[in-house]
């Protein structure tokens, strides 16, 4: 059974930064897609950035240049490096994987982001 793993989250002051990484476990073999979503409270869950095994990424207009999103594909790991954070960003951050078979959709079980002063 697959599993996703976050890590990094917490409290930081806004214009801080924090960097979440996600690590795979499991029978994997291999993820063609993976990513971050994230869901403030009363919101929907709302797509960050995800990133291709070749390397190209799609990420969100509300964070593009604050965000970075990288990825070790022999590691099978994904993270997310989060600069200038603001208050709007505090939400629960999603790792995720889309693999075999039959292009499943994984998800981890969520960290804490909040940013405040």
């Known amino acids: 059974q697959v599993q996703l793993v976050e890590s990094g989250g917490g409290l930081v002051q806004p214009g801080g930064s924090l960097r979440l990484s996600c690590a795979a476990s499991?029978?994997?073999?291999?993820?063609?897609?993976m990513g971050w979503y994230r869901q403030a409270p009363g919101k929907k869950r709302e797509l960050v950035a995800t990133?291709?095994?070749?390397?190209?990424?799609n990420v969100a207009d509300s964070v593009k240049g604050r965000f970075t999103i990288s990825r070790d594909n022999a590691k099978n790991t994904v993270a997310l490096q989060m600069n200038s954070l603001k208050p709007e960003d505090t939400a629960v951050y999603y790792c995720y994987g889309r693999g075999p078979p039959f292009s499943t959709d994984y998800w981890g079980q969520g960290t804490q982001v909040t940013v405040s002063s």
């Open positions: 499991g029978r994997i073999f291999g993820f063609a897609v």
């Open positions: 990133i291709i095994t070749g390397g190209i990424t």
